[in-house]
């Protein structure tokens, strides 16, 4: 399967990727620039983003870089910093780039910016590889 057809079957299966709002911007293997926009029900009682929606927004891009290899790749490590609030109507850019690839492992990062082009969030991930390749017949 092709990078694309891999990320549109895992979004197809993503309530909550869906529920973000998050529209895939670029793609290709071990790359993927996502974005979405904040809402209200994003805000935690800060009015500001809840951490996890940009933890969220990350770890999607995380899992399409990694799994546009062809292979199915699950997060076994990962860990974000928040350097910068986000507001209702604000637009988030997440940019997950391929840091390291072996047969079974992989480590990325992602950049998490505002409109501005001002960093929100810092994520690194290490993603495990399994002996599954995608098919249209992959679970």
Known sequence: MSPEAIVTEMLRKDAFSRWLGIELLELAP???RLKASVTPTHCNGFEIAHGGIAYALADSALAFAA??????AV??????????PVVPGQ???ATAR???????????TVTLIDEGDRTIALFHGTVFFKETPWSPLSP
């Open 30 to 32: 071990g790359h993927c």
């Open 67 to 72: 799994n546009s290899h062809g292979w199915h």
């Open 75 to 84: 997060s076994i490590e990962t860990s974000i910093a928040h350097t910068r």
């Open 91 to 93: 637009t988030v850019f």
């Open 98 to 108: 391929e840091l390291q690839r072996s047969k079974q492992f992989g480590r990325y």
